[in-house]
């Protein structure tokens, strides 16, 4: 039985005292059993938790004490485990980062599309759907005709737009991501640019498949998720995707059968990019991991 609830949120809204939240907030999740990261900046708060309903429910009932996160919206899953190491509170310039502090969600964003309106939008013919995650999330999952703006980071994408996007070509632009926090950048981006009609997913793709029955669903694939789940499948449980320790990427089982795949120091991917020094510390965690692994066994 799945007893681990994994809450992931966020909201932009104006915190100029988000420093003052760092120590009482991570207080909370301690006392609260929890484990995860919150990302806090001046424009908002993010951030994943995992642990017990009782304990989840804490931490919510705390947060939405302060008038400002009221109504945050949280997105929820279940898994067996724990998906996190440790319980992180940590102050940032940005709770996702873009790299463009002129792009401010504060001001405006596009307009937000409910999950269960949005089958009808992007089958509409005049829409360009875009994918505003990274290529590596792309490769395992999204939705069919989607555009892959082929980043490597979120830092990536306004040149993405810059280079391949037009505002009098492109008049009706929907974009998605994870959980719907890139996408509020990214639309903030896109109306700064000057395109008129752009719409984003209200809640992202973990809202879509906790709303939408699998038989009504237009997604493809799994999810990628930033925790030891790696990915989720659409009734939001761990998918079949391992992770690279050294790249962070997404393994299928082919990858890991491939003779290029080192558990805790290569894959496919990466193998050919990594520097004897990367090789050679790698390797070492490895074998600390593998330790700790046999000291637990006979424990």
């Keep these: 039985m799945q007893n681990i609830v994994i809450v992931a949120f966020y909201k932009f809204i104006p915190t100029p005292d988000f420093e003052k939240l760092q120590s009482p907030l991570l207080e909370v999740c301690l006392d609260a059993g929890l484990k995860g990261t919150v990302l806090l900046a001046k424009e908002g708060i993010n951030g994943t938790l995992a642990g017990s309903r009782e304990g989840i429910d804490i931490v919510l009932d705390n947060l939405k004490q302060n008038p400002r996160f009221t109504d945050m919206i949280a997105k929820e899953s279940v898994a067996d485990n724990v998906p996190f190491r440790r319980m992180k509170v940590r102050l940032k310039n940005e709770i996702v980062t873009i790299g463009k502090p002129d792009v401010d969600p504060n001001d405006r964003v596009g307009t937000y ?84 009609k752009v719409y984003h997913l209200q809640g992202g793709i973990l809202k879509y498949l906790e709303i939408v029955p699998e038989q009504h669903s237009l997604w493809h694939g799994e999810c990628f998720v930033f925790d030891d789940r790696v990915a989720v499948n659409h ?19 082919e ?10 120091i290569s894959c496919p991917e990466c193998t050919d ?27």
Aim: aromatic share 10%.
């Design 273 to 299: 990019s990594l520097t004897d020094e990367q090789r050679s510390r790698f390797s070492e965690r490895q074998k600390q991991i593998e330790l700790a692994r046999e000291r637990n066994k006979i424990g």
């Design 255 to 264: 990858d890991l059968s491939s003779p290029y795949y080192k558990e805790g």
């Design 113 to 196: 599309v409910p999950p269960e309106d949005w089958n009808t939008l992007i089958n509409e013919s005049d829409v360009l759907l875009v994918d505003a995650r990274n290529d590596y999330e792309v490769g395992i999952g999204s939705f069919e005709g989607a555009v892959n703006p082929g980043t490597d980071s979120f830092r990536e994408f306004p040149a993405f737009v810059k280079n391949n996007l037009d505002p009098k070509k492109h008049k009706k632009v929907v974009m998605f991501c994870t959980g719907g926090i890139r996408c509020e950048k990214a639309t903030s981006l896109m109306l700064d640019r000057g395109f008129e």
């Design 235 to 253: 009734s939001l449980k761990p998918g079949s995707y391992r992770q690279c320790y050294a790249c962070r990427r997404p393994l299928s089982r």
